[in-house]
């Protein structure tokens, strides 16, 4: 387990829990851990990438520290992401010593699966209650051609090792596109529901620009996929948990696991935020679709193992958080950085 310099990881009593200036509460943190990957899907890289320095890269005692300092201030919840962060050296340790922080209740990761059937085990050794698992195509080809690089019989390995691991759930994240992938909507989710998985449905963000598609015409709205499923499933809408946040959820008649759908375009789900995200560089964006951040790396350096000067710059954070993206697939993007620097 990675030693922590915070003096004080405990959950914090007298601390004001974390609420931006428009009364949501923040109860979830989003670490991304790289910007590295070895996949280079078409919505979330550009073809020619320049990843940051590794010099630059946040430590994982500073992750750990800002972590500590999260709980303290009410977060429950967090989700390792990047990236692809079962590609960063020793990511099972970090995970390891973020469960044995006092007060996070759900320790998930997001990843593209690629290196899921040896380190299923491992992760769920180390705490991980909750996978989620991209998977936008089972046509091989067609999986390479949208991954670039990915390899989907390895993928589907990495998905079984980690249904066979015994996680509390495990979640298949799906991007469609229109003119590449629309065709398997049903297929993947009969994969995903057959095998008691989740799956959710995500709209492309136009986050970084990209040359290999028009997003705008790769555009399908959650209501226009909801429509076809029905015609295969019922499905019956669910309230939304505490963490939820953005995702709206089905139970589908017949089957344990539930279809979501995280609608940006469609359906604006900023109301419901419960979240903020820190990137690989130790910046705090406090919005995926604004640049609106802090740089908590620069306050643990400056200010090492001082955890209340940490949780101050973090509640005071919350007052910049904004009200809402403002996406349009219609322009060229606004915001410039690729989703991998942001953690999904
Ligand atoms: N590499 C891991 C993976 O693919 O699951 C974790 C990082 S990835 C950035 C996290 C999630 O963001 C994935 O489910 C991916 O499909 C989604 N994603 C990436 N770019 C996106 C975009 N432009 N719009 C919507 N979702 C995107
Ligand atoms: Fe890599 Fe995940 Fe982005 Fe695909 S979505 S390029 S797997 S970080």
């Not at 979830?28 to 910007?35: A, F, I, K, Q, W």
């Not at 991209?134 to 390995?157: C, E, H, I, N, W």
């Not at 790769?218 to 669910?238: G, M, P, V």
Request: include cysteine; hydrophobic fraction near 40%; charge should be neutral.
């Amino acid at each position: 387990m990675i030693a922590m310099t915070s003096e004080n990881s405990s959950p914090n009593a007298a601390a004001p829990p974390l609420q931006d200036n428009f009364g949501r509460r923040v109860n979830y943190l989003r670490l991304s851990v790289t910007d590295r990957c070895d996949f280079r899907c078409l919505y979330c890289m550009a073809d020619e990438m320049q990843f940051m320095p590794k010099k630059q890269l946040i430590s994982y005692e500073e992750i750990l520290h800002i972590a500590a300092a999260f709980s303290a201030l009410g977060v429950s919840k967090i989700r390792v992401s990047g990236g692809e962060p079962l590609i960063r050296k020793d990511v099972v340790s970090l995970l390891r010593s973020l469960s044995a922080i006092p007060g996070i209740e759900e320790l998930c990761i997001t990843t593209n699966g690629s290196h899921l059937q040896q380190l299923a085990i491992p992760l769920r050794d180390a705490g991980v209650s909750q996978v989620n698992i991209s998977l936008d195509s089972l046509q091989p080809q067609r999986f390479k051609q949208l991954t670039r690089y990915g390899d989907l019989a390895q993928v589907l390995k990495g998905i079984a090792a980690a249904s066979q691991a015994g996680f509390a759930k495990i979640k298949i994240n799906t991007v469609l596109m229109r003119h590449f992938n629309l065709d398997e909507v049903l297929d993947l989710a009969d994969f995903a529901l057959s095998r008691n998985m989740d799956i959710r449905f995500i709209e492309e963000m136009p986050l970084g620009e990209v040359s290999s598609h028009s997003r705008s015409a790769e555009f399908i709205s959650s209501e226009e996929l909801k429509a076809i499923l029905d015609r295969h499933y019922q499905l019956q809408a669910e309230s939304p948990g505490l963490t939820d946040g953005p995702a709206r959820n089905w139970s589908v008649n017949g089957y344990t696991a539930k279809v979501g759908f995280i609608s940006p375009h469609s359906e604006n789900f900023c109301a419901s935020c419960n979240r903020v995200r820190l990137s690989a560089s130790g910046r705090l964006l406090l919005c995926l679709g604004n640049e609106h951040s802090v740089d908590l790396k620069q306050v643990v350096r400056s200010y090492p193992g001082d955890s209340q000067r940490l949780q101050a710059a973090i509640l005071e954070a919350m007052l910049i958080k904004p009200e809402q993206h403002h996406f349009d697939l219609n322009q060229a993007p606004q915001i410039l950085r690729f989703m991998n620097a942001t953690g999904g």
